[in-house]
């Protein structure tokens, strides 16, 4: 008899059943399983660190840049050549005759006053985005060997199917040795 006592006055523990853990399991997995739906949208919300620094203004330093030599440089993710042009090719660009031009444009509209030995343009072709290689073709500019649009020292457009000349980007010059793509003279 004291044995059947015994038994019933200690307390009886519950062993964890099938249906506990399965109870446990599932909400687990919902929890890791929204958490890795949730977290890529809440992420995609936030611009990429590319995004951010890509609008924002590049600075150039001229210095290194010899005579007759063209940089590249990216802003906004565009490519952008950065051109020091020699005293040749600034006569060559001054001495066209406008109105032959497809685009017509005179070279001192695509350069800043005085700075004539620097020319800034979009690195692509305006036909259909190629890049185009300096100091190519019959002008001695650009030549785009996708589809043959030829550019002379100004940028602008002296034969093939590009339609326009290349375009300037906003910048300034901020010393006769520096320039800021990006900016234009208004908020240099």
């Known amino acids: 008899m004291l044995e059947s006592q015994v038994a019933e006055t200690t307390t009886h523990v519950?062993?964890?059943?099938?249906r506990d853990f399965l109870y446990i399991a599932t909400g687990a997995a919902a929890a890791v399983g929204g958490a890795?739906?949730?977290?890529?949208?809440?992420?995609?919300l936030a611009p990429d660190a590319a995004t951010v620094a890509a609008g924002a203004p590049v600075e150039?330093?001229?210095t290194p840049i010899a005579e007759g030599q063209i940089v590249k440089v990216f802003w906004r993710g565009k490519l952008i050549f950065v051109r020091h042009r020699t005293a040749d090719e600034i006569k060559a660009a001054e001495d066209?005759?406008?109105?032959?031009?497809?685009d017509p444009?005179?070279?001192?509209?695509?350069?800043?006053?005085?700075?004539a030995q620097w020319l800034i343009v979009y690195g692509n072709c305006t036909h259909l985005g190629c890049v185009p290689l300096?100091?190519?073709g019959e002008y001695h500019g650009w030549f785009c060997p996708c589809h043959g649009s030829v550019f002379d020292t100004s940028g602008r457009?002296?034969?093939?199917p590009a339609p326009i000349n290349l375009p300037i980007p906003p910048y300034a010059f901020t010393s006769d040795t520096k320039i800021v793509i990006g900016q234009d003279e208004a908020t240099a």
């Open 60 to 62: 150039v330093d001229l």
């Open 105 to 115: 444009q005179p070279d001192s509209a695509r350069v800043k006053p005085d700075h």
């Open 14 to 18: 519950a062993e964890p059943t099938r």
């Open 157 to 160: 457009v002296r034969g093939g």
């Open 96 to 102: 066209v005759n406008v109105a032959s031009l497809r």
């Open 134 to 136: 300096g100091q190519q």
């Open 36 to 44: 890795t739906l949730v977290w890529p949208f809440v992420q995609s």
